[in-house]
């Protein structure tokens, strides 16, 4: 085989890594927060305690509001993040709610765009989103997780 045949291959290859791992962003949960929170990097425990809603300021005086649509997101977080079903899920909001150990639960929202719109305009509102939708030229913050971003190696929500 002449040289540029293996030169031809090798590049080949190359690429075909590249798409391979750029792919996952293309499947990754994005967490996007409005511009006014605090934090630009959380641990997947903060983010947890933030999604069940044993923490729910990120400051003194910016309570969180929490956005998820209805979604391939939702089931990535329920998985990953809440670690229920959806019939478990429902019946733990219902049982923080009757037991007051929360002021609400997660809003419901119908697409991602929703969601967007929605973290653009509530401080302190914190939504999970498909990676590949969240618009570059909001001024929205996407929060790292474990130090990652939605397709690096290692970001938890996939």
């Known amino acids: 085989m002449g040289s540029w045949k293996i030169r031809f291959i090798a590049c080949l ?10 792919a996952p962003a293309a499947n990754d949960v994005a967490v996007v927060v409005n511009p006014e929170v605090p934090v630009d990097n959380i641990s997947f425990v903060e983010l947890r305690q933030l999604l069940l809603a044993e923490r729910v300021f990120w400051s003194s005086k910016l309570r969180v509001t929490i956005l998820i649509p209805a979604g391939r997101e ?4 329920l998985n990953t993040v809440y670690q229920m079903t ?3 899920f429902r019946q733990f909001w219902i049982s923080k709610l009757f037991r007051a150990q929360a002021v609400a639960g997660p809003k419901i ?15 302190g509102a914190l939504a999970v989103v498909d990676a590949a939708h969240v618009p570059s030229h909001l001024n929205l913050k996407v929060l790292r997780i474990n130090g990652r971003r939605p397709g690096e190696r290692g970001y938890p929500l996939r």
Do not use: G, N, W
């Open 13 to 22: 290859h190359l690429s075909v890594l590249a798409l391979a791992i750029a």
């Open 86 to 88: 959806e019939a478990q």
């Open 74 to 77: 939702r089931l990535v977080v």
């Open 109 to 123: 929202v119908d697409t991602d765009e929703m969601a967007i719109e929605l973290v653009t305009a509530i401080p």
